[in-house]
């Protein structure tokens, strides 16, 4: 599976959007880019999954560039509760060594 | 989303005995569990795989005499930490695997926080 690369940290205003990047220069045609987050002491939350289409859903926005060598998941209207560290993951969905391996992720704080 | 849940959410035993952690799927049939764990400040680390009806695959390091894993249905799997000893206490967390219309996710359970004395 491809290495995907995060900032360690990020900091948004409440009510304004948190776009939150990723770098996975070496992903291969057949891997999906998958985003969860991890709220403090909880198990990790799923937010949203692509190929090469940007995708949305009630959560969030998950924008791919055209190369799919980076990626960006935006959540539009950040509140305190979006506080969380945020794994980006890229991994060949349908491959029989399907296994989701969590990097640093980026913790995104959201101030008042 | 598809809800995970575990069971107990917390628990603190005695060193040298034997504690028993339930996954379940609660809305999904899962074929394919997984089984993490998370020291405090660290990200989640897969220890093993399982499978419904087979053996489970762990991963480096893992020793499955010691981490016992059962799935023995599409909704249920168990971890039992055996012998436990105070490097074991940890945050346990599962997953379960849905692939439904052409759609491959892993959703997660909120995790067991086991303390051992």
């Known amino acids: 599976d491809a290495k995907t690369t995060q900032p360690p940290s990020m900091d948004c205003a409440e009510g304004r959007a948190a776009n939150l990047p990723c770098n996975h220069s070496?992903?291969?045609?057949?891997?999906?880019v998958y985003w969860y987050r991890q709220i403090h002491s909880q198990g990790p939350q799923y937010i949203i999954h692509?190929?090469?289409n940007n995708e949305t859903n009630e959560m969030a926005s998950l924008i791919i560039t055209e190369d799919r060598k980076s990626s960006t998941l935006i959540l539009p209207h950040a509140t305190l509760r979006d506080t969380a560290v945020y794994y980006c993951i890229a991994i060949n969905s349908g491959g029989s060594n399907y296994k989701l391996t969590f990097g640093k992720g980026t913790l995104l704080t959201v101030n008042p | 989303g598809a809800v995970v849940s575990q069971h107990p959410s917390r628990v603190i035993c005695k060193s040298g005995t034997s504690v028993k952690i339930e996954c379940r799927s609660l809305?999904?049939?899962?074929?394919?569990m997984f089984w993490y764990r998370q020291f405090p400040k660290q990200s989640l680390m897969l220890m093993a795989t399982s499978n419904e009806g087979s053996k489970a695959t762990y991963e480096q390091g893992v020793e499955k005499d010691k981490f016992l894993i059962n799935h023995a249905s599409l909704t249920l799997s168990t971890l039992t930490v055996t012998s436990a000893h105070p490097e074991d206490s940890s945050f346990y967390i599962c997953?379960?695997?849905?692939?439904?219309?052409?759609?491959?996710?892993?959703?997660f359970g909120p995790g067991t926080r086991l303390t051992v004395l």
């Open positions: 809305d999904f049939q899962a074929t394919t």
């Open positions: 070496t992903i291969s045609g057949n891997e999906y």
């Open positions: 997953s379960a695997r849905e692939v439904l219309g052409g759609r491959d996710t892993q959703y």
């Open positions: 692509g190929l090469k």
